[in-house]
């Protein structure tokens, strides 16, 4: 079955950088977009970025433009985020999303929390 599974999480101090990274299986992975989910406490989830099959076309949301950068290696079924310049909005859970006509899916999460 279609699985996500998402690791690198951690706590970070303010201005300071992380990579998360997702791996999935169960499905042809080099043909379907994969994007990043975040949600934080008492908010809404919100699109974070996404990237296509290729790995060539990106979009990123406009709190995250020009300090997240998303990445994909089909050949080891991985995507990955590199959060730079984080900020204490940046805290959140983040989530592994991709849609597979007709479903989504979704991975279990990792927590970033910014703090000083």
């Known amino acids: 079955q279609v699985q996500l599974v998402e690791s690198g999480g951690g706590l970070v101090q303010p201005g300071g950088s992380l990579r998360i990274s997702c791996v999935g299986s169960?499905?042809?992975?080099?043909?379907?977009?994969v994007n990043w989910y975040r949600q934080a406490p008492g908010k809404q989830r919100e699109l974070v970025a996404r990237?296509?099959?290729?790995?060539?076309?990106?979009d990123y949301s406009d709190a995250v433009k020009g300090r997240f950068t998303i990445s994909r290696d089909n050949t080891k079924n991985t995507v990955s985020l590199i959060l730079n310049n984080l900020k204490t909005e940046d805290t959140a859970v983040y989530y592994c999303?991709?849609?597979?006509?007709?479903?989504?899916?979704w991975g279990q999460g990792t927590q970033v929390t910014i703090s000083s």
């Open positions: 990237i296509d099959p290729a790995g060539r076309v990106t």
């Open positions: 999303h991709t849609f597979i006509y007709p479903r989504h899916y």
């Open positions: 169960g499905f042809s992975f080099d043909v379907w977009d």
